[in-house]
């Protein structure tokens, strides 16, 4: 099973500064891991898939990188509306299994 | 549009059973893989349980042998039938669509549905 390690687990900025959370993988997932915001009271929302990749509608200031064992999520400017906790996610391919990292809040320093 | 939207959740005593849904619209649901993830109160996400468009099956260990995963895309629904449930099964349950085949995430998630199971 791969295990999935976020840093830190509490993040506090400031609104305009750049926020870099990490994520890291057990073993190798190639590119396959994706990035999701989840504000309280609400469901996931994906930011990120394989790596890199900005889900529709997401705004340009996030973005992924990394592959193997070690991923990035970068908001470049903090709005006030990306104050939530970022999970990273993967998946075995066999058995098909998803894993989910712990969690980083990021919180409104 | 794509909706998912799960009912079902409540209030259940140690030992007891559960049935919870998942209805879909604004696709093709039965082209779909789709998946269940909880969230215990104040803890993180863990994905439970997933069926695919051709009807396989994959569980966590965690709920393995306790929780069956079924569909009916006639109906545009999933279920997660729930047995011998304890507490630490308390949790909110979201239902979660796989985009296409061989993707390695979800793309949409409902609400989801709270299931407290305490005595």
């Known amino acids: 099973e791969t295990v999935l390690t976020q840093s830190p687990a509490t993040l506090s900025l400031s609104p305009g500064e750049r926020a870099t959370l990490s994520c890291r993988a057990s073993?190798?997932?190639?590119?396959?891991l994706a990035w999701y915001q989840q504000k309280p009271g609400q469901a996931p929302r994906l930011l990120i898939y394989?790596?890199?990749n900005r889900a529709t509608g997401i705004p340009a200031r996030f973005s992924g990188s990394g592959s193997g064992t070690d991923f990035t999520l970068t908001i470049s400017s903090l709005e006030p509306e990306d104050f939530a906790v970022y999970y990273c996610?993967?998946?075995?391919?066999?058995?098909?299994?998803?894993?989910f990292g712990q969690g980083t809040k990021l919180e409104i320093k | 549009e794509v909706q998912l939207v799960e009912s079902g959740g409540g209030l259940v005593k140690p030992g007891g059973s559960l049935r919870l849904s998942c209805a879909a619209s604004?696709?093709?649901?039965?082209?779909?893989?789709m998946n269940w993830v909880r969230q215990a109160p104040g803890k993180g996400l863990e994905w439970v349980s997933a069926?695919?468009?051709?009807?396989?099956?994959y569980y966590s260990d965690s709920v393995k042998g306790r929780f069956t995963v079924s569909r009916d895309n006639a109906d545009n629904s999933m279920f997660l039938h729930m047995n011998s449930l304890r507490d630490d099964d308390t949790a909110i349950y979201y239902c979660?669509?796989?985009?296409?085949?061989?993707?390695?995430?979800?793309?949409?998630w409902g609400q989801g549905t709270l299931v407290t199971v305490s005595s």
């Open positions: 073993q190798s997932v190639g590119i396959y």
């Open positions: 069926i695919s468009s051709s009807g396989y099956i």
């Open positions: 604004g696709f093709n649901f039965s082209n779909y893989n």
């Open positions: 996610q993967q998946r075995d391919n066999w058995p098909p299994k998803d894993t």
């Open positions: 979660a669509r796989d985009p296409w085949v061989a993707a390695h995430f979800f793309d949409f």
């Open positions: 394989d790596a890199s």
